[in-house]
């Protein structure tokens, strides 16, 4: 039912494919442009492309990209298989945003060794509305945490973990703030002073594989300013 529902109650994912591409079709860099400067300054014809008609009339069509730049690079993916078609690229977000759904619900099964948690995070009405009828990319940034968690929890390697701790915070910034949990809880059995410099060691890593996205895109440090203006909206 939610994956044949329309965005009822959000327009975001009309913003994400329209940035996806902005990047990917016509090769501007979406942390610079915004869509709507680039199609009235240059006299885009977008006849043909309802994606960016969409894009265009969106609310948030005049805001340069606020997430981070594993985002937008997915973005460009999901775009490009749109073929600049508005409903098949809809579709075809739903159809992700739905595998990562029950992805969600296999790696909490996974993590918790209860089929009980699943369940209530599977069947949330919150998570069914905002994840596959809405279309939001928290279903990635819950993902991607979920793999860190079971990595760091289950397997014991925390640095595949915090490879996946930085893919959500390319998505999403606040991610970031499970960063210090995961270390501190690998080490938990070492001295205080011993996991003081495994945080900063093992942060100089994570920061290393959050910055490798951003190197398509960064041009001066304008690209990070989607970090402030996230938190703002």
């Known amino acids: 039912i939610f994956l044949m529902s329309i965005s009822f ?23 610079y442009i915004d869509m709507k400067s680039y199609i009235d300054n240059n006299n885009v014809n977008i006849e043909n492309d ?33 073929f600049g078609n508005i409903d098949f690229g809809l579709l075809v977000f739903k159809l992700i945003n739905l595998i990562l759904h029950l992805g969600n ?15 209530i995070y599977g069947l949330n009405p919150f998570i069914l509305i ?10 990635f940034v819950v993902f991607f945490m979920l793999l860190a968690i079971y990595e760091v929890y289950r397997k014991k390697k925390l640095t595949i973990g915090l ?16 960063l ?11 001295e205080t002073k011993i996991r003081i410099l495994k945080c900063i060691q093992y942060g100089a890593i994570f920061a290393i594989f959050a910055m490798i996205p951003y190197l398509l895109y960064i041009r001066y440090i304008n690209v990070f300013l989607g970090l402030s203006e ?4």
Request: positive net charge; aromatic residues 18%.
């Open 9 to 31: 109650t959000s327009s975001d994912v009309f913003y994400y494919l329209g940035i996806g591409r902005l990047a990917g079709e016509y090769n501007q860099n979406p942390y």
């Open 50 to 82: 309802t994606v960016m008609q969409k894009g265009y009339s969106n609310y948030w069509a005049n805001t340069t990209v606020v997430y981070g730049a594993f985002w937008t690079i997915i973005c460009s993916i999901v775009s490009a298989l749109s």
């Open 105 to 119: 619900c296999y790696l909490i099964y996974k993590i918790s060794r209860k089929k009980i948690f699943p369940l």
């Open 130 to 139: 905002e994840g596959i009828a809405n279309v939001h990319n928290d279903m």
């Open 163 to 178: 490879l996946f701790l930085a893919m959500a915070t390319d998505i999403k910034y606040f991610s970031i703030l499970m």
């Open 180 to 190: 210090p949990f995961l270390i501190i809880y690998h080490f938990k059995n070492e």
């Open 230 to 233: 996230q938190s703002k909206k």
